[in-house]
């Protein structure tokens, strides 16, 4: 496994586009050509960040599997929104997986524990399995039932990190709670997707034409969203400014030994 200091590339996933959008207002991102999936690339200092989206559910996780054979990166994190499973973690937490897991296994895939330390020092809080599910988990009840197997839920970091560790290449799974546990998603956001995970607004809209007693939560879901994903832009920013300086700093420390 490489060390933190000789990282250079980083390949970034997120499901959807508006998970992406605060954090690429924020930064400088340059769209770049690939042979299969758009990619955004950023620098901080000497290192390269490089996001691609994955789809809800990660429908184009294999777009992943060539993106990593072209940029090589020495390291990969999923991230974006998830749901609370424990009544602790409120919206606009950020968790830092320990482990992930499918809720029908006991096989865990284990984040880098360096990589989780750097997080915990950005803010971030431990949580020691993050559950990848099939769908979203919309009722509370649901929630609830998967409470004794993991604190938060998404839909695509176990695949993707489990590419990337039979690849040799650490990972880690970073996510802000959107939902907590005791509120149900109640607009059917999978219904609304695309063949490749991107919620349709028009497909929302119609939902909302046909059920117009949706609309206080989805409002409410909205608001939360932006709020949410721009305090996970700004950690975002934090975590890679503050690998970057241990980065150069190891690799300065390196040339003086040797000179």
């Known amino acids: 496994m490489r060390s933190l200091n000789m990282v250079n590339k980083i390949l970034v996933a997120y499901a959807m586009k508006e998970e992406f959008a605060p954090w690429r207002r924020m930064r400088r991102f340059r769209r770049i050509s690939t042979s299969t999936c758009p990619v955004w690339m ?4 000497t290192t390269e960040v490089y996001v691609a989206l994955a789809g809800a559910g990660a429908p184009d996780a294999c777009c992943f599997d060539g993106l990593t054979k072209q940029f090589t990166p020495s390291l990969g994190i999923v991230t974006g929104v998830a749901a609370g499973l424990k009544p602790e973690w409120r919206p606009g937490d950020l968790l830092v997986a320990q482990s992930v897991r499918s809720p029908d296994s ?10 989780i330390d750097l997080a915990v020092q950005c803010g971030a809080k431990p949580a020691a399995a993050m559950i990848t599910l099939p769908r979203i988990a919309r009722t509370c009840a649901e929630k609830l039932r998967l409470a004794p197997w993991g604190d938060a839920a998404d839909m695509e970091s176990l695949p993707l990190m489990k590419m990337w560790s039979a690849r040799g290449i650490p ?7 959107l939902d907590p546990v005791e509120q149900p998603m109640t607009c059917d ?20 034409a046909r059920h117009p007693q949706l609309l206080p939560d989805f409002l409410h879901v909205a608001r939360e969203s932006s709020r949410v994903l721009r305090i996970l832009a ?15 700093a190891a690799t300065n420390h390196m040339q003086s030994s040797v000179s």
Not at 107 to 115: I, Y
């Open 189 to 208: 956001f999978e219904a609304a997707m695309d063949a490749h995970g991107q919620v349709q607004i028009t497909r929302i809209l119609a939902q909302l």
């Open 234 to 248: 700004r950690f975002m920013d934090q975590f890679f400014e503050l690998l970057d300086r241990q980065s150069s």
């Open 106 to 115: 006991e096989v865990r895939l284990a984040g880098d524990p360096r990589l």
């Open 42 to 45: 950023t620098a901080f200092g």
């Open 171 to 177: 990972s880690l799974a970073l996510r802000v709670i």
